[in-house]
């Protein structure tokens, strides 16, 4: 019977210091020749029980056995001998070396090396599995999803039997998402044991055999895929009934809020364009998505309207009021604040942008009112105090207190306090980058709701966002960047995902 399971594990236990447990007796097993997927919310203790299976941590207690047999697995290496190899969620690779150079890396072999034998080994695997790779192309030229394709040949090629990937769709669109499944289906059908680590239940739903779910750490149970639905799946990580809806009000009162205009910005050593001629308007009462692949100039849109980051070139226009306009490219992050303009920005790097890591919770919802006070030393703390305490309730923050340092909260916990602080703000412009990155599925539609209430209130809210199907839910229209260029702007309620992944691509949709 031992045989039929790929992986057992068995009362697994993982701590970090005395108060922090990771996992705490968890139980499950994966079957020869399936799909696997491992839900949980964020913390719930996923990634870190799949790293003690690649080698990367070693359990405290309990037992892992691999085709029956009982592992010791201290180092990847042992991990590797098993044939237990794991795609991580960011990619370990040199850039300037090709496919097939990082694919043998480290690899034992005689001192001169047959490429033409590498690669025609490479390429036996690729069509094995219906990869599409070019083993002589440099690393550094290829998309994300292409990148993925040499971290999934580079573990097969090492002859891995099991594999684990870890949130393996984060970052493709939809289209690539689609093939990325095939390779799967197809390695499935070839013997592979798969495990998928991730957070999107639609595509749990579409992949999987089975789901095991943890929560807090603690191995809640398996279920078959064709017994489950997303409400019942949502209920085994939470712990209760969760409305999986999104309340999207239709837009009232909308006229332009925010203009941009053939805004340019180059990169940091200036040798190229990050965005390039970027023009639209954001209009009050409506919630503008901004879809893309990471790192196609997200960012940089946003710190550029909030003058945090230098302009090549454009113009930026901001209208309090119906007839008046004040023109913001000109101005720097503090002129836009003390001017009194309404802006809010919730950035993509919490402690680096948002908030002082050593600072508690109170003083860090000071940081927006600090400028305004005529003596630092008497600086009111009692009503960024009491704005702190409501922060803390409605977005249920987990805290041993107001005077806790936000360094010692959990990234979820970190983002509530900066989009609660934020929001509180009333602002007439609210920009948000990846709002629910790190949260449960109950504060996420919190953070949802939150949003609605700041476009009935007549804001424009510009949120950007890597989970197309809430973009879809939640956004009047959508921005879709490529390449750091608009690639079109289209109707949330009547575009789809197929749409948003061809765009994101750049590429138009086939008539």
């Known amino acids: 019977m031992a045989q039929e399971y790929a992986i057992e594990l068995k009362n697994v236990t993982k701590r970090f210091g005395e108060k922090v447990i990771a996992n705490d007796n968890v139980s499950l097993n994966l079957r020869k020749g399936e799909i696997l997927a491992i839900l949980g919310e964020n913390g719930s203790g996923k990634t870190t029980l799949m790293?003690?299976?690649?080698?990367?941590?070693?359990?405290?207690?309990?037992?892992?056995?691999?085709?029956?047999?009982?592992?010791?697995?201290?180092?990847?290496?042992?991990?590797?001998?098993?044939?237990?190899?794991?795609?991580?969620?960011?990619?370990?690779?040199?850039?300037?070396?090709?496919a097939a150079q990082n694919i043998i890396l480290g690899l034992k072999g005689p001192n001169h090396l047959d490429m033409k034998a590498i690669r025609a080994s490479i390429e036996e695997l690729t069509n094995r599995y219906g990869f599409d790779?070019?083993?002589?192309?440099?690393?550094?030229?290829?998309?994300?999803?292409?990148?993925?394709?040499?971290?999934?040949?580079?573990?097969?090629?090492?002859?891995?039997?099991?594999?684990?990937?870890?949130?393996?769709?984060?970052?493709?669109?939809?289209?690539?998402t689609e093939k990325l499944f095939d390779v799967l289906r197809n390695m499935k059908k070839a013997g592979k044991s798969i495990i998928i680590i991730t957070h999107k239940l639609n595509e749990v739903l579409e992949i999987s055999d089975r789901v095991s779910v943890l929560r807090k750490g603690r191995y809640i149970g398996t279920v078959d895929t064709c017994d489950a639905t997303a409400e019942s799946l949502t209920e085994m990580m939470v712990g209760e009934k969760v409305t999986l809806d999104i309340d999207r009000t239709e837009p009232v009162d909308v006229r332009p809020c925010l203009e941009v205009k053939g805004l340019n910005v180059k990169s940091a050593d200036g040798t190229r364009n990050v965005l390039s001629d970027i023009t639209f308007t954001a209009n009050t009462g409506e919630i503008l998505g901004i879809a893309g692949i990471s790192g196609n100039g997200q960012k940089e849109l946003l710190e550029s309207i909030a003058r945090l980051q230098e302009m090549e070139s454009g113009e930026i226009k901001f209208y309090p009021e119906p007839g008046s306009c004040i023109t913001l490219?000109?101005?720097?992050?503090?002129?836009?604040?003390?001017?009194?303009?309404?802006?809010?920005?919730?950035?993509?790097?919490?402690?680096?942008m948002g908030l002082v890591a050593s600072m508690d919770i109170t003083d860090n919802m000071m940081l927006r009112s600090y400028n305004k006070g005529d003596n630092p030393v008497f600086t009111d703390r009692k009503t960024p105090r009491e704005l702190a305490q409501r922060v803390v309730d409605k977005l249920e923050v987990v805290t041993p207190g107001l005077t806790t340092p936000v360094r010692r909260l959990s990234g979820g916990n970190v983002q509530k306090v900066l989009v609660g602080r934020e929001i509180a703000s009333g602002p007439k412009v609210l920009m948000v980058a990846y709002p629910v990155r790190g949260l449960d599925i109950n504060s996420s539609y919190a953070?949802?709701?939150?949003?609605?209430?700041?476009?009935?209130?007549?804001?424009?809210?510009?949120?950007?966002?890597?989970?197309?199907?809430?973009?879809?839910?939640?956004?009047?229209?959508?921005?879709?960047?490529?390449?750091g260029r608009i690639s079109g702007i289209v109707d949330a309620r009547t575009s789809t995902k197929e749409e948003l992944g061809i765009l994101m691509t750049g590429g138009k949709e086939e008539a």
């Open 447 to 483: 953070i949802y709701n939150l949003l609605n209430d700041q476009k009935k209130k007549g804001s424009a809210v510009l949120c950007v966002g890597e989970d197309l199907d809430v973009l879809l839910d939640l956004c009047d229209r959508i921005l879709v960047l490529a390449g």
């Open 51 to 98: 790293n003690m299976l690649s080698g990367i941590y070693f359990p405290d207690e309990g037992q892992i056995i691999v085709n029956g047999q009982e592992a010791l697995i201290r180092s990847p290496k042992d991990a590797f001998d098993l044939k237990i190899g794991m795609i991580h969620q960011h990619f370990k690779l040199i850039e300037i070396m090709t």
């Open 133 to 176: 790779l070019e083993p002589d192309r440099k690393i550094y030229t290829m998309s994300v999803s292409q990148k993925q394709t040499v971290e999934i040949v580079k573990v097969l090629y090492r002859g891995a039997d099991i594999l684990i990937l870890d949130e393996p769709t984060a970052v493709l669109t939809p289209q690539e």
């Open 329 to 352: 490219e000109d101005k720097k992050a503090d002129e836009v604040l003390q001017m009194g303009i309404r802006m809010a920005f919730v950035p993509e790097d919490r402690l680096g």
